[in-house]
C-alpha cells in the first residue's frame, strides 16, 4: 500500500464552489508539500507545510496538517476552470531520503 | 522563475532501441531528478544528482542509465528501451536535497516516451 495518497481519485465541482482534497499518510513526516499538474505540464509546488505547522495559506488555497490521525487537506475556494488539474500530495520524512508523492486526485471545474 | 526544460517532448522507439532524454535547469539548484508517472504509481524516483558527476540511485533504476555533465545537464539513458519503459518522464531540480522535505521540486514540462 501507498506511503502517502489522496483518498479520492476524481472530483468535480462547478465554477465558483469550494473544494477539498485529502491526503493520508503512513509514517512520521517532517513536512508535506502540495503539488498540482495541469494537462501537458509538469507538477508545480503550490504549498510546503511542515509537520510543526497547521495550516497554510496561498491566495485560495488553504493546507492543514494533522499530524495525529496522518491526515492533509488542500481546500481550494471559489474555484475556476483553470484550477483544473491533477493534486498531489507529497511527504517527507527522516526515515528516508527523498519526497514519496501519492497518486494524485483529478480535479475537474466546470463552467 | 526557476526553469527546466526537457527534450525532446515526444519520443517513439522500438523494443530494443537506444533513447536518451535530456534535461537542463537554468536554477543553478546542485540537485537533479528524473521521475516517470504512471497511471496508478504516481511519480517514481529512477535516478537523481547532486552535482556534475554524481549519480544516485532512485527507487525503480532498473533499465535506466543517467549522467550529469554539467550543473545544468541531466540525462536519462535507456540503452535497450522495453516496452514497459513506457511513460511520462520528469525531469526536476531544487537547490537542496528532499530529505527534510523543505525544498521545493521544479519541474520541466516532460517527455513522453513510446516503446513500440
Known amino acids: 500500500s501507498q506511503l502517502a495518497e489522496e483518498n479520492s481519485w476524481a472530483l468535480s465541482v462547478h465554477e465558483g464552489e469550494s473544494v477539498t482534497v485529502n491526503c493520508s499518510y503512513k509514517?512520521?513526516?517532517?513536512?508535506l508539500q502540495w503539488y498540482r499538474q495541469k494537462s501537458g505540464k509538469g507538477p508545480a509546488q503550490l504549498i510546503l507545510i511542515r509537520s510543526n505547522e497547521r495550516e497554510k495559506r496561498n491566495g485560495r488555497l488553504r493546507a492543514t496538517l494533522d499530524t495525529s490521525s496522518q491526515s492533509s487537506s488542500l481546500s481550494i475556494t471559489a474555484t475556476r476552470c483553470e484550477d483544473t488539474a491533477v493534486y498531489f500530495c507529497?511527504?517527507?520524512?527522516?526515515?528516508?531520503?527523498?519526497?514519496?508523492f501519492g497518486q494524485g486526485t483529478s480535479l475537474s471545474v466546470v463552467p | 522563475e526557476a526553469a527546466v526544460t526537457q527534450s525532446p517532448r515526444n519520443k517513439v522507439t522500438v523494443t530494443g532501441g537506444n533513447v536518451t532524454l535530456s534535461c537542463r535547469q537554468t536554477n543553478s539548484h546542485n540537485y537533479m531528478y528524473w521521475y516517470r508517472q504512471d497511471t496508478g504509481h504516481g511519480l517514481r524516483l529512477i535516478h537523481y544528482s547532486y552535482g556534475a558527476g554524481n549519480l544516485q540511485i532512485g527507487d525503480v533504476p532498473d533499465g535506466y542509465k543517467a549522467t550529469r555533465t554539467t550543473q545544468e545537464d541531466f540525462f536519462l539513458l535507456l540503452e535497450l528501451a522495453s516496452p514497459s519503459q513506457t511513460s511520462l518522464y520528469f525531469c526536476?531540480?531544487?537547490?537542496f536535497g528532499q530529505g527534510a522535505g523543505q525544498n521545493t521540486l521544479y519541474f520541466g514540462a516532460g517527455t513522453r516516451l513510446s516503446v513500440l
Open positions: 507529497a511527504i517527507a520524512s527522516s526515515s528516508f531520503s527523498k519526497l514519496v
Open positions: 509514517t512520521s513526516i517532517t513536512a
Open positions: 526536476a531540480s531544487s537547490e
